[in-house]
């Protein structure tokens, strides 16, 4: 049987993080793991913490919120100023 299919990116709606990990984990076998993310909640280490606890080493890089005003942010406007006239 072919593995599990890794998806690119994890929504948690569709592709779930814990999932996602536990497969990395179990069934590829990974030993070490680097996530990076805007958001890693306490509580997924309940759900892959027994998954972790079988990696060598384990980075994990955190964003935060954007220092820009909303509408400068990817997806929620022009990303540049607006030419000079002329």
């Known amino acids: 049987m ?4 890794i998806p690119d990116f994890t929504d948690n709606e569709q592709y779930k993080l814990s999932h996602t990990l536990a497969t990395l984990i ?3 076998g990974e030993r070490d793991l680097d996530i990076a993310t805007g958001f890693f909640s306490p509580d997924v280490w309940k759900i892959v913490g027994d998954s972790f606890g079988q990696l060598g080493a384990l980075r994990l890089m955190l964003g935060k919120e954007p220092d820009m005003p909303q509408d400068r942010r990817a997806g929620t406007g022009p990303l540049l100023p607006p030419a000079p006239a002329g």
């Open 2 to 5: 072919p593995p599990t299919k």
């Open 26 to 28: 179990g069934e590829y």
